[in-house]
């Protein structure tokens, strides 16, 4: 009883610092800034560059992971975002879309919602630079005009989701309880003043450090709020059914940057940290002498027990 009224009073106090904080977490919506015209544009609205200059290390490790060539991928996203456009919107009669320039935002959102949350800060002319970005880059491959490639290619990645995206945009979730990111104010477990010329603060961003937050692009399945529901990762359905639903307790953040030490080197089975605490594996082999028939005589026979139980938050391959 004693505890039960101490965790409401804690409640209390924790609900009370929150309003009556000066920085708060976020603060009332604020008008959409206007329109990024180009790739360019966007990108600069969002580039991480300026960020490195006072937080090196967790830039080169941000660097390191998919997040920071979003688009790009393996490089395999950006191949698979035309066939999405060719074998589907244009031949789906309703889509709008026969040609890339009736390419808009809403129509790459199947895509963009998780891997360019930003681009609904930009023109459809931007949708299309993207499209004709990726097909221009093909070609030079094709033609082997590799400064050309190398070239669409940096452009392709720099369209990611960089710091600004995770530590702004969709830094927070819960939007009428902890109000909406501000466009000057970096959000992650600090408040105050921050040194940065344009995010000149610091407010606390509740769920960053908890997997919900990361569930907001890892996907629970279709996504239905769409008029053509895609599905590409669904991991966080996983993670929540199947994983916490058994009694698992531990967070996106603690396997795959604390425990793992990688921080903002986000990784998966491409890195050996991961790897080693993906399964454990039991091996159990026998052999026995098996006498078949008399024609083949004495016969060994190998016997492989072979036990894996995955250790991962959910379950494996995902996408
Ligand atoms: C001029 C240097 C400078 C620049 C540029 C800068 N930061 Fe910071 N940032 C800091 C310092 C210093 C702190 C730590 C303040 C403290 O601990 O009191 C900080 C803190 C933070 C925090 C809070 C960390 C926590 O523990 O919660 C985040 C998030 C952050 N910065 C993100 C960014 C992003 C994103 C950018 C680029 C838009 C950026 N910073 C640019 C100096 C800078
Ligand atoms: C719900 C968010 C979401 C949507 C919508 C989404 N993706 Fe993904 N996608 C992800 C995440 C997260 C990953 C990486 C992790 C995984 O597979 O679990 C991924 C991985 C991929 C990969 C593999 C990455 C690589 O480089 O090997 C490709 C390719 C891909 N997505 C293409 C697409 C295309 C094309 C669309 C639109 C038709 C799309 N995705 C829609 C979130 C999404
Ligand atoms: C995919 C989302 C994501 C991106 C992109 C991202 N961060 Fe973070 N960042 C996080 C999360 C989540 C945490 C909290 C980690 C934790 O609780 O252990 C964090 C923590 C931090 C912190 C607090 C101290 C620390 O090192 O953990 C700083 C500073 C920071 N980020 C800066 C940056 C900067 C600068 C960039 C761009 C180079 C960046 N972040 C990109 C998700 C992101
Ligand atoms: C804004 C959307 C977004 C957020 C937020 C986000 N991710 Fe991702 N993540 C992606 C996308 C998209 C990809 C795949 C990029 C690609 O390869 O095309 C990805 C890739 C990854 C990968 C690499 C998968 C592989 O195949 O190697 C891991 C691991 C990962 N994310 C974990 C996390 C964790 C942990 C968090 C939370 C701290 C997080 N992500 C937050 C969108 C997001
Ligand atoms: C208990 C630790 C643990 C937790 C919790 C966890 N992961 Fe993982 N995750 C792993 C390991 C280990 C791997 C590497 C598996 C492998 O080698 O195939 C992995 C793989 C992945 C992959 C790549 C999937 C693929 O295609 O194989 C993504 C994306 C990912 N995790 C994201 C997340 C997100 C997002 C969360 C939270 C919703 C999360 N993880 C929670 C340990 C964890």
Known sequence: MKKALTIVLACAAAAALVSFNAYGAGGPKTEPRPKAKTIKELVERYDSSKCAECHEDVHDQWAGSLHAKSILGTPRTAPTILTAIDKGLKLFPYSGVKEDS??????????????????????????????????????AYRDSD????EK?????????ISCKVCHNKVAIIHKYADGYPQPDTVYGSKEGDHEDA????MAEAPALGESIFCGQCHGQGPNFELDHPSQCATLYGSYLFAYTAHGGSESCQDCHMR?????????AYR????????????VEERSLFWRKNKEDGVLPIGVVDVEIHNKAGHGIPDG
């Open 259 to 267: 425990k793992s030490e990688l921080g903002h080197n986000i990784q």
């Open 198 to 201: 344009v995010y000149t603060k």
């Open 146 to 149: 590799h400064d050309k490639a």
């Open 102 to 139: 009736d390419i808009t935002v809403e129509s790459l959102r199947m895509c963009m919602k998780c891997h360019l949350p930003q681009l609904d800060e930009a023109t459809d002319d931007v949708a299309r630079e993207i499209v004709a970005t990726i097909r221009n880059w093909q070609q």
């Open 271 to 282: 890195d050996e940290t991961m790897i080693k605490m993906a399964v454990d594996v039991k």
């Open 152 to 160: 669409l290619e940096a452009t392709i990645a720099s369209l990611n």
